[in-house]
C-alpha cells in the first residue's frame, strides 16, 4: 500500500533563516505531488505541484520554492522565512484523480 | 475569487441525527469533487468523491449528492457519532488540471452526545 512521510511535524524558526521540509512517497511510481498550506482560520491553498522528476509548477507567486530530486520525494524550501511563512504545510501525492496527504507540518515563524 | 464556496463555517448535530454539509461551486470545468475530514494539526483524510457524471454516490455512512445545474454538492452523514466532530473540507478538480484540487474554507461539524 502507498504511504507518504512527512517531517518534522513542528517547526519553530526566526525570520529570515532558511527552511526546508521534506516529503517521500512509498508504494508508488511517478506520483503527482503536491504542497499545499493552511494558513490559520483557512482553506487549503495550492503551492506547488509536480509531475516528473524536476518538472515544478508555481501556483502562487511567494518566498517559498519546491525541488523534485527524486521520483519520490518533494522538497519544500526558503533561503530567507518571513512572517506571512507561518502556517501548516501539508504534502500530498496522487495516482489517479483523488490526493492523499501528508500528516503535515506546523510552521511558526518568529 | 473563491470557485468553491462552503457557506456554513459551523454545524452542530446530535449524536444519531443526520449531518448534512454543503458547498457550491462556480467553475463549470470542474468534474471531480471530494469531501475531506480533517483533525486539527493532521492532515486531511479522504472521506468520499463524486464524478459529474453521477449525482449520488455512497459508501457506508456517508453519501455524497451532487447538483450539477445548481453546481451544488451536499455530504450526508447517517448516522452521526461523536467521532464524526471535525472540520469537513469540499474539494474540486478537473479533468486535465493535474489533480489539482480547489478547497472550501470548511466546515466544522460538532456531533453532541
Known amino acids: 500500500s502507498q504511504t507518504i512521510h512527512q517531517w518534522p511535524a513542528t517547526l519553530v524558526q526566526p525570520v529570515g533563516s532558511p527552511l526546508s521540509l521534506e516529503c517521500t512517497v512509498e508504494?508508488?511510481?511517478?506520483?503527482?505531488l503536491y504542497w499545499y498550506r493552511q494558513a490559520a482560520g483557512r482553506g487549503l491553498q495550492l503551492l506547488f505541484y509536480?509531475?516528473?522528476?524536476?518538472?515544478i509548477s508555481s501556483e502562487v507567486p511567494q518566498n517559498l520554492s519546491a525541488s523534485r530530486p527524486q521520483d519520490r520525494q518533494f522538497i519544500l524550501s526558503s533561503k530567507k522565512l518571513l512572517l506571512s511563512d507561518s502556517g501548516f504545510y501539508l504534502c500530498?501525492?496522487?495516482?489517479?484523480?483523488?490526493?492523499?496527504f501528508g500528516s503535515g507540518t506546523q510552521l511558526s515563524v518568529l | 475569487d473563491q470557485q468553491v464556496k462552503q457557506n456554513s463555517p459551523s454545524l452542530s448535530v446530535q449524536e444519531g441525527r443526520i449531518s448534512i454539509l454543503n458547498c457550491d461551486y462556480t467553475?463549470?470545468?470542474?468534474?471531480?469533487f471530494l469531501w475531506y475530514k480533517k483533525y486539527p494539526a493532521e492532515g486531511p483524510t479522504f472521506l468520499i468523491s463524486?464524478?459529474?457524471?453521477?449525482d449520488k454516490n455512497e459508501d457506508g455512512r456517508f453519501t455524497v449528492f451532487l447538483n450539477k445545474s445548481a453546481k451544488h454538492l451536499s455530504l450526508h452523514i447517517v448516522p452521526s457519532q461523536p467521532g464524526d466532530s471535525a472540520v469537513y473540507f469540499c474539494?474540486?478538480?478537473?479533468?486535465?488540471?493535474?489533480?489539482?484540487?480547489?478547497f472550501g474554507t470548511g466546515t466544522q461539524l460538532k456531533v453532541e452526545l
Open positions: 463524486i464524478s459529474s457524471i453521477k
Open positions: 467553475n463549470s470545468m470542474f468534474d471531480y
Open positions: 474539494a474540486a478538480s478537473y479533468t486535465g488540471g493535474g489533480n489539482k484540487l480547489t
Open positions: 500530498a501525492w496522487s495516482g489517479g484523480r483523488t490526493p492523499f
Open positions: 508504494g508508488t511510481s511517478n506520483p503527482n
Open positions: 509536480s509531475v516528473g522528476i524536476g518538472q
